[in-house]
């Protein structure tokens, strides 16, 4: 399955963005789909995951309350709606295939955010 993600863009602290991840090669069904982030000089992080199939749900700490995971089954396409920015969100933000809730089998290409103040 290829992904790419979109969506990414520069962003006033406090405000908000959707990224989105599309799968081309298959569907999503079956599989747990997350987003990772990595920012400048850091390494690649969870950000959230969610089982395609059953819809549970995991976040990371630090965006617990702002970001949103979800799915559209008829699109084939995974959100990530970020609200509240916070400088410390700048980040290239990947869309990940996952290996367990956690962690990534395979990324997608990235997508920029930047959050300024």
């Known amino acids: 399955v290829q992904l790419q993600a979109s969506g990414g863009g520069l962003v006033q602290a406090g405000g908000s963005l959707r990224l989105s991840c599309a799968a081309s090669g298959r569907t999503f069904s079956g599989y747990v789909m997350g987003w990772f982030r990595q920012a400048p000089g850091k390494e690649r992080e969870f950000v959230a995951s969610?089982?395609?199939?059953?819809?549970?749900?995991y976040y990371a700490d630090s965006v617990k309350g702002r970001f949103t995971i979800s799915r559209d089954n008829a699109k084939n396409t995974v959100y990530l709606q970020m609200n509240n920015l916070k400088l410390e969100d700048t980040a290239v933000y990947y869309c990940a295939k996952m290996q367990d809730s956690t962690h990534a089998e395979y990324w997608g290409q990235g997508t920029l955010v930047t959050v300024s103040s």
């Open positions: 969610i089982r395609w199939s059953f819809g549970t749900i």
